[in-house]
């Protein structure tokens, strides 16, 4: 089955997460040394593949939420970075940067400035990534996808410390969340 849709404007809309698409599978410093299908990165193997995550900022410090739809595999309806994929195999983190940020939130390459944080080993009791996590500071106009997403919406710091460990974040993005705050 399809999981893929093009709207009018040319974005392509996911309407499911395929099983079978194709990730590399990675060591710590990222050299790919295997590929897998994403059914066997999500089953608890937990051999390592890459992703990407983009923490937008606007310019008065709030950070930027997507609350990810109800049919995702992981985590549905729990708000969580701007925009985080995964890596395909045969794609650069950096094109699989400028590919999900044009899905997820409508962030066209070139609108904004990705500057890496830091990348890191994230473990769950399903699978294992190796996460690139990059930030940006962008005050024009985010479209969160349709269907990837339930929207997003700016979250002050006062709003992200307060909600912290009461099951309204994913538990990646609680981990993350410190990592952003020291560097900045």
Request: net charge negative.
């Amino acid at each position: 089955m399809d999981n893929k849709k093009i709207e009018p404007s040319g974005r392509t809309l996911v309407t499911e997460d395929s099983s079978e698409e194709m990730f590399p599978v990675v060591d710590e410093e990222g050299n790919i040394i295997d590929a897998m299908t994403r059914g066997e990165a999500h089953c608890g193997t937990k051999r390592l593949h890459p992703v990407v995550h983009l923490h937008v900022y606007n310019s008065q410090g709030a950070l930027y939420l997507q609350q990810r739809a109800d049919w995702k595999e992981v985590q549905p309806g729990r708000w969580d970075t701007a925009m985080g994929g995964h890596v395909d195999l045969g794609e650069s983190v950096s094109e699989a940067l400028a590919r999900e940020a044009y899905e997820e939130i409508g962030l066209h390459q070139g609108a904004y400035e990705p500057r890496l944080l830091k990348k890191y080993v994230y473990e769950s009791k399903i699978e294992r990534e190796l996460v690139y996590i990059y930030t940006t500071v962008y005050d024009g106009v985010l479209s969160p996808s349709v269907t990837e997403t339930k929207g997003g919406r700016f979250w002050t710091t006062e709003e992200l410390q307060t909600n912290m460990g009461h099951e309204v974040f994913t538990p990646m993005f609680e981990q993350e969340y410190p990592m952003l705050q020291s560097a900045n």
